[in-house]
T-cell receptor, first 117, second 113 residues
Framework: GNSVTQMEGPVTLSEEAFLTINCTYT??????LFWYVQYPGEGLQLLLK?????DKGSNKGFEATYRKETTSFHLEKGSVQVSDSAVYFC????????????????FGKGTKLSVIP | DTGVSQDPRHKITKRGQNVTFRCDPI?????LYWYRQTLGQGPEFLTY????????KSRLLSDRFSAERPKGSFSTLEIQRTEQGDSAMYLC???????????FGQGTRLTVV
């Protein structure tokens, strides 16, 4: 079946530090890949996505590149801010895996990021 | 439209009681999903509706769980004879088409005591 593995947290960084959160996946077909973010007290929000190999998703200074050869989708940001403190989830949708065309999301366990001034 | 709305935000119930949660998706989103998130884990898929039809159910959805979407708009998730293991955040999401962004509600946090 499909699965997503994220680096364990929590991650604590100083403001303006470089961020990498590793994500690898196992999928039956050719999945779309996503990063979702959950700020304290809020729902999940889509941060960025990539739908095919070598695509780069980007948003709010965050980037991730769909690497089919390494089955990875690592999240990076060059300079984090205190406002980036949140839980980050890597996820995939795999049409080949989702019965009845649900295109359900399979999530990793999440990585909690804390950025200190 | 302000997004996916879930009610209640928090629910505390005694073991053995029944509970029902409601989800109002973004209007005109015909695809609706329920997920469950336990502490320290990512959300796990429970069930999927396309309009009023429930097309897919996860093995996580035991026979104590039932979900409906009677008119293809709002949805309800009922848990009968709650157990402590049902304590979790229940998330609802909707999307207009298959390969588009899924929008999540803020969730209903259930605590079974």
């Amino acid at each position: 079946g499909n699965s997503v593995t994220q680096m364990e947290g929590p991650v604590t960084l100083s403001e303006e530090a470089f961020l990498t959160i590793n994500c690898t996946y196992t999928a039956t077909g050719y999945p779309s890949l996503f990063w979702y973010v959950q700020y304290p007290g809020e729902g999940l929000q889509l941060l960025l996505k990539a739908t095919k190999a070598d695509d780069k998703g980007s948003n709010k200074g965050f980037e991730a590149t769909y690497r089919k050869e390494t089955t990875s989708f690592h999240l990076e940001k060059g300079s984090v801010q205190v406002s980036d403190s949140a839980v980050y989830f890597c996820a995939l949708s795999d049409l080949a895996y989702s019965g009845a065309g649900s295109y359900q999301l399979t999530f990793g366990k999440g990585t909690k990021l804390s950025v200190i001034p | 439209d302000t997004g996916v709305s879930q009610d209640p935000r928090h629910k505390i119930t005694k073991r053995g009681q029944n509970v029902t949660f409601r989800c109002d998706p973004i209007s005109e989103h015909n695809r609706l999903y329920w997920y469950r998130q336990t502490l320290g884990q990512g959300p796990e898929f429970l069930t999927y509706f396309q309009n009023e039809a429930q097309l897919e159910k996860s093995r996580l959805l035991s026979d104590r769980f039932s979900a409906e979407r009677p008119k293809g708009s709002f949805s309800t998730l009922e848990i009968q004879r709650t157990e402590q293991g049902d304590s979790a955040m229940y998330l609802c999401a909707s999307r207009p088409e298959m390969n588009t962004e899924a929008f999540f509600g803020q969730g209903t946090r259930l605590t079974v005591v």
